[in-house]
């Protein structure tokens, strides 16, 4: 069983100050880690080789403040070393945060910096290479990747999402489950959790989306890339990662209906 999770940035940071860490948010996510089977168990499926758990982590108070005040998004890049290292260098000290409660709780876990493996072309097409992530699942260690500046074709760097991470991961690695722990219990529509979504015309006007395009990133984002891929995800709150690690599909299930 190969499962793709992201911690999103304001899970895991306090977003009213740059730069914090929730510490007792962060520890909480480790211990359901921690508990958790993240080898694969017994009854794994798929490929002993990519068996295990892929952390992924956003960016929170730590890379946004820095990529806003470089002007740097997915597609405006900068030429500028200073602010690609200075959005770099806060995404590696939230990595160094996210992989030590981690590891102070025996999770095998090891940093991956997609500065020094990805790239984009000119068209915005994004190569994540997966070996490493693969070698390190087979080996038995838990890969925690993050949000992160990349090199672009004629943009100098952008910024590269952790959902993107998420999505280019689950496939690469056929993927079993993907889970989206965010500060919400789901996906909403007038504070109810709604608990399966197949088709994206049917949560729109929930959303706040336009059919035809989306404008609006955030949630609707989200939910458009994700029923674009063959694995089911489920997004939910940090009060149902132990539920969601443990098999269960806690808050809301997207999965296109094939
Ligand atoms: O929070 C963004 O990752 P996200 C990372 O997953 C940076 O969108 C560098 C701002």
């Given at each position: 069983m190969t499962t793709v999770l992201k911690l999103g940035g304001s899970v895991v940071t306090?977003?009213?100050?740059?730069?914090?860490?929730d510490r007792e948010a962060l520890d909480d996510a480790a211990a359901a880690i921690a508990a958790a089977?993240?080898?694969?168990?017994?009854?794994a499926v798929g490929t002993a080789d990519s068996d295990g758990l892929v952390v992924v982590h956003g960016g929170g108070s730590f890379g946004h403040h820095h990529a806003a005040a470089h002007g740097v998004t997915d597609t405006e890049g900068t030429h500028d070393v200073e602010g690609v290292l200075a959005i770099h260098d806060a995404m590696r000290e939230l990595n160094d945060a996210v992989v030590g409660a981690l590891q102070d709780r025996d999770v095998p876990a090891l940093p991956v910096h997609p500065l020094s493996t990805a790239h984009r072309d000119s068209a915005g097409e994004t190569t994540l290479p997966s070996e490493q992530v693969e070698t390190m699942l087979a080996e038995e260690f838990v890969p925690v990747l993050h949000g992160d500046v990349i090199a672009q074709s004629n943009e100098g760097a952008t910024v590269l999402s952790g959902d993107e991470i998420v999505t280019l991961l689950a496939r690469q690695l056929a993927a079993d489950r993907v889970g989206l722990c965010s500060t919400?219990?789901?996906?909403?529509?007038a504070d109810e959790v709604i608990?399966?979504?197949?088709?994206f015309e049917a949560v729109a006007d929930a959303l706040g989306a336009?059919?035809?395009?989306?404008?609006?990133?955030g949630m609707a984002a989200k939910v458009r890339e994700l029923l674009d891929l063959d694995t089911p995800a489920s997004i939910f709150g940090p009060a149902d990662l132990a539920a969601f690690l443990a098999g269960e599909q806690p808050g809301t299930l997207v999965q296109r209906r094939r």
């Amino acid at each position: 069983m190969t499962t793709v999770l992201k911690l999103g940035g304001s899970v895991v940071t306090d977003k009213s100050e740059p730069e914090t860490v929730d510490r007792e948010a962060l520890d909480d996510a480790a211990a359901a880690i921690a508990a958790a089977d993240t080898t694969g168990g017994s009854d794994a499926v798929g490929t002993a080789d990519s068996d295990g758990l892929v952390v992924v982590h956003g960016g929170g108070s730590f890379g946004h403040h820095h990529a806003a005040a470089h002007g740097v998004t997915d597609t405006e890049g900068t030429h500028d070393v200073e602010g690609v290292l200075a959005i770099h260098d806060a995404m590696r000290e939230l990595n160094d945060a996210v992989v030590g409660a981690l590891q102070d709780r025996d999770v095998p876990a090891l940093p991956v910096h997609p500065l020094s493996t990805a790239h984009r072309d000119s068209a915005g097409e994004t190569t994540l290479p997966s070996e490493q992530v693969e070698t390190m699942l087979a080996e038995e260690f838990v890969p925690v990747l993050h949000g992160d500046v990349i090199a672009q074709s004629n943009e100098g760097a952008t910024v590269l999402s952790g959902d993107e991470i998420v999505t280019l991961l689950a496939r690469q690695l056929a993927a079993d489950r993907v889970g989206l722990c965010s500060t919400v219990p789901g996906v909403l529509d007038a504070d109810e959790v709604i608990d399966r979504i197949e088709r994206f015309e049917a949560v729109a006007d929930a959303l706040g989306a336009s059919d035809a395009t989306d404008v609006t990133g955030g949630m609707a984002a989200k939910v458009r890339e994700l029923l674009d891929l063959d694995t089911p995800a489920s997004i939910f709150g940090p009060a149902d990662l132990a539920a969601f690690l443990a098999g269960e599909q806690p808050g809301t299930l997207v999965q296109r209906r094939r």
